[in-house]
Nanobody, 121 residues
Framework: QVQLVESGGGLVQTGGSLRLSCAAS????????MSWYRQAPGNQRELVAS???????NYADSVKGRFTISRHNAKNTVYLQMNSLKPEDTAVYYC???????????????WGQGTQVTVSS
């Protein structure tokens, strides 16, 4: 059973920075992408950033220019560097790893337990 363990959340003032980390407990076969999602109270979970195995990245418009996603394939770890944080970034942040399985072709998603990020004004 693969577990994703997140760390790095906390309380920070507006304009501050945090770095989230997510490590898989063991190697995952067929990883196609690693992502960060977030969910604020009363809101749906939304994609923040994703990075493919080949290194292509995608960001939500609200975080472009402030957040940077990166990964270390050998360590099965994904990071999210968050700079210039705003109160609207306050949410629980979840790590996601998507693997592509064959025969039959399907996606398998793994999720972390979530880490709270709170940005005070």
């Amino acid at each position: 059973q693969v577990q994703l363990v997140e760390s790095g959340g906390g309380l920070v003032q507006t304009g501050g920075s945090l770095r989230l980390s997510c490590a898989a407990s063991k190697s995952i076969f067929g990883v196609s992408a690693m992502s960060w999602y977030r969910q604020a109270p009363g809101n749906q979970r939304e994609l923040v950033a994703s990075i493919t195995r080949g290194g292509s990245v995608n960001y939500a418009d609200s975080v472009k220019g402030r957040f940077t996603i990166s990964r270390h394939n050998a360590k099965n770890t994904v990071y999210l560097q968050m700079n210039s944080l705003k109160p609207e970034d306050t949410a629980v942040y979840y790590c996601n790893v998507r693997a592509v399985l064959l025969d039959p072709l399907r996606n398998l998603d793994y999720w972390g337990q979530g880490t709270q990020v709170t940005v005070s004004s």
